[in-house]
């Protein structure tokens, strides 16, 4: 947490490039229509040998976008890897029709939190986002009602 650079105000994509930087490759931020079902997660990350790319619906609104773009990247930041099984490479070809399977070297999809990585990546996501929002929340000085509204239908 230390080593990430939380501005104010917080904004994702700032961040995106400042954990791209400190990984010294490229990070893209892809918003794609269906990607939520029940066989498909409603994020990913993909990492290839020369970048990483996280994936979210794109039909969800800010917050919750935000959060599964958190999500991924704590799997990222935290070191996770796929094993890229079967499974993975049927997900991978519906999400990623023209992209061959030999260029994934890791394929992270958040689909449910039944597995360590699952629930660590989330509870870093959690981090991130109450870091950012106390950082806001004292700089911008929001009244307390809105405050409580914005709380209220965060998913975050």
Known sequence: MRSLD????????????SIAEQRGRP?????MPG???TDIPCGAWLATATADHVFHEESTSPLPQTHIILHELGHML????????????GIGAALFPNLSPDMVTSLMKRASYNTEDERSAEYLAGLIASRADLETRRISGREPVLQRLDDALSDT
């Open 78 to 89: 935290l070191g996770h890897r796929s094993a890229l099984g079967a499974s993975d490479a």
């Open 27 to 31: 990070l893209y931020l892809h918003s």
């Open 6 to 17: 939380i501005q104010v105000p917080f904004d994702v994509e700032s961040l995106c490039r």
């Open 35 to 37: 990607v939520c079902g």
